[in-house]
């Protein structure tokens, strides 16, 4: 029970057995390694071990081929006898990607998705480059824990660890109380299931269940019937959003949006009809007349839609039944002014006509002629009237 179960590992223990390490320390050492041992879900097709000793030089004392069970490698570590010179931990970890990190030592392909996964104890400072050649590691898919011992150097540990630090720099006080880490080891490998491995097919989520796994999606996607593979969720089917007017699907989601003449409010749901009249959004020539998030064009008056629905004509207003004239219109711009034909005049009302009362022009010539014959005519008159006297007389 005490063993990681469903948490397959190429796990490879780099141990620094250098002069520092006194033999009672490096036995120490291997004590811790039989415990971690046996934390382990050791076997051929779920947790393989391999061991390498350093100091000056690197010793492979078993690959991840050689052993697929727990007596048999705890047997194996009980005979590593240490190298007793130098500290070379970028050698070490060199000789683990070029010898021991290869299908032909016992790594599986990468197909597996099986993680490659290095512990490195060490209580010096290394004597060799380690930044560029753990990088490289690292960038090779290998996850380092660096545990560091007594004198050892925290600035190496921090440099050879993977991110997050935190979680893969440890240090101990003495080889005396190493043994406290495999509890600490076992809680790292085992809180990373099969799910936090990558080590699934899932397609998007993978949910631990029983020591075994479930695949589920995002929000906005479906389970497909492999119940690998997940499909986006059309999420502006009726039900199941709140758009107001339109809804737009997008990867799983949605956004809504406005049908033409309205805007979407703050609340990125609702639409509130615009103004289409506002300067600048209609394109009426002189009127704009707005209609619940639309819009007509109208002109001003004595001034008539064109057929374009957008530009306006002045009005003839002398055109027939637009005036009230009785006998002539004026047009003058947009209005109008009545006036009369030859011999009648333009009554008050400014609309209607009367004929117009001639006199002759008489000359100077004409009057005194007329002042002539009426002083003829009054000679005669009284000749006559005395003559008429004359005759009664007698």
């Known amino acids: 029970d005490a063993a990681c179960k469903n948490r397959p590992l190429d796990l490879v223990f780099i141990i620094d057995s250098s002069r520092s390490v006194r ?94 996964v290095v512990i490195i104890v060490t209580d010096g400072r290394p004597q060799d480059q380690v930044q560029d050649v753990a990088a490289s590691a690292r960038t090779a898919g290998i996850e380092i824990y660096a545990v560091g011992v007594d004198r050892a150097d925290m600035q190496s ?118 103004d289409m009249c506002a300067p600048g959004r209609h394109d009426c020539a002189q009127v704009c007349l707005s209609n619940d998030g639309s819009y007509s064009c109208d002109c001003f008056e004595g001034y008539t839609l064109n057929p374009d629905k957008k530009t306006c004509s002045a009005v003839d207003m002398c055109a027939p039944g637009r005036h009230d004239c009785e006998q002539v219109c004026v047009r003058d711009d947009l209005f109008y002014t009545c006036d009369c034909y030859q011999g009648y005049t333009l009554n008050p009302d400014k609309k209607t006509c009367s004929r117009a009362i001639t006199s002759s022009l008489v000359t100077t010539e004409e009057s005194c002629k007329c002042e002539a014959i009426a002083a003829l005519q009054d000679s005669v008159t009284s000749r006559l009237e005395a003559l008429s006297t004359k005759y009664i007389l007698f």
Request: net charge negative.
């Open 23 to 116: 033999p009672e320390e490096f036995e120490k050492v291997k004590i811790f390694l039989s415990k971690m041992i046996d934390t382990l879900d050791v076997g051929e097709r779920t947790t393989r071990v391999a061991v390498m000793n350093y100091a000056s030089t690197v010793k492979v004392e078993f690959p991840l081929r050689t052993y697929f069970d727990k007596a048999s490698m705890k047997e194996a570590v009980s005979h590593i006898e240490p190298l007793s010179a130098g500290t070379m931990t970028g050698l070490a970890i060199q000789t683990a990607m070029d010898e021991v990190f290869t299908e032909e030592m016992g790594t599986r392909p990468a197909t597996f998705n099986i993680p490659k």
């Open 157 to 274: 540990l921090r440099i050879m660890a993977s991110e997050p630090l935190d979680e893969h720099v440890f240090y101990v006080e003495t080889y005396g109380v190493i043994e406290k880490l495999t509890s600490k080891f076992r809680e790292t490998f085992c809180a990373a299931t099969v799910c936090a491995l990558g080590t699934h097919d899932c397609e998007q989520v993978c949910v631990s269940n029983d020591g075994s796994y479930l695949c589920d999606c995002y929000e906005g996607y479906t389970l497909n019937p492999d119940k690998r593979t997940c499909s986006a969720v059309d999420m502006c089917t009726p039900g199941r959003h709140e758009c107001d007017q339109m809804c737009v699907s997008n990867n799983g989601s949605y956004v809504c949006e406005c049908y033409e003449g309205y805007t979407l409010n703050p609340d990125k749901k609702t639409c509130s009809a615009t």
